[in-house]
């Protein structure tokens, strides 16, 4: 099993990044799919969910408007893409699949910096 997460970095406040997490090796369509964060000092906070048909969505009430995920069964990959960047939003960001049924796995996470 394995949820390899890409395209976190530096974006100055304001700017744009989109991130994405390609799995493996359990079946991704059953998965109702998470990014999570937690930055330097504080709890992991659940970002965005997208059940596993991707009929139900929900956010953190902080990203609403700026963040949206979104999901590709036939990629097995799940998205986040993040506009008006602000530096609370500095974290790592890590991509989580649970299934009703108890199995859970975790990436190992992206590093997301927003500064100028």
């Known amino acids: 099993v394995q949820l390899v997460e890409s395209g976190g970095g530096l974006v100055q406040p304001g700017g744009s990044l989109s991130l994405s997490c390609a799995a493996s090796?359990?079946?991704?369509?059953?998965?109702?799919m998470s990014w999570y964060r937690q930055a330097p000092g504080k709890e992991r906070e659940l970002v965005a969910r997208i059940s596993s048909a991707g009929r139900t969505i929900e956010y953190l009430d902080l990203v609403k408007g700026r963040f949206t995920i979104s999901r590709d069964n036939a990629k097995a990959t799940v998205y986040l893409q993040m506009n008006r960047l602000k530096p609370d939003d500095t974290a790592v960001y890590s991509c989580?699949?649970?299934?009703?049924?108890?199995?859970?796995?975790w990436g190992q996470g992206t590093q997301v910096t927003v500064s100028s």
């Open positions: 090796g359990f079946a991704f369509s059953r998965y109702d």
């Open positions: 989580n699949a649970k299934v009703y049924y108890g199995y859970e796995y």
